[in-house]
Nanobody
Framework: QVQLVESGGGLVQAGGSLRLSCTAS????????MAWFRQAPGKEREFVAT?????????YYADAVKGRFTISRVNAKNTVFLQMNSLKLEDTAVYYC?????????????????WGQGTQVTVSS
């Protein structure tokens, strides 16, 4: 049974930082591209960032977070991270990690095979 478990969300002031973690079990983690998506209240879930198979692999970001967020992974720990800096009010959302077996960068949620339950990030003024 595949499980993706996110952690690290919380309340932070605008301009602050948070680091999200997602630990996977039940799958060959190093064979999956991993990604972060987010869903703000009243909005559709949107792509945030993705990373290819390897620790230190190729990354791709949504324009809204480029330069502020960094995705990384440690395959030995079956974990993917999202370092979020210079947080803005509009970054408030539930953040989900996702796993994809395809060997390409993908940004649409239907392309991902497994999902976590999400972790809430709230940015206050």
């Amino acid at each position: 049974q595949v499980q993706l478990v996110e952690s690290g969300g919380g309340l932070v002031q605008a301009g602050g930082s948070l680091r999200l973690s997602c630990t996977a079990s039940g799958l060959a983690f190093s064979s999956y591209y991993m990604a972060w998506f987010r869903q703000a209240p009243g909005k559709e879930r949107e792509f945030v960032a993705t990373i290819s198979w390897r620790t230190g692999g190729t990354t791709y970001y949504a324009d809204a977070v480029k330069g502020r967020f960094t995705i990384s992974r440690v395959n030995a720990k079956n974990t993917v991270f999202l370092q979020m800096n210079s947080l803005k009010l509009e970054d408030t959302a539930v953040y989900y990690c996702a796993a994809d077996r395809a060997a390409v960068v993908q940004t649409r949620e239907y392309e991902y095979d497994y999902w976590g339950q999400g972790t809430q990030v709230t940015v206050s003024s």
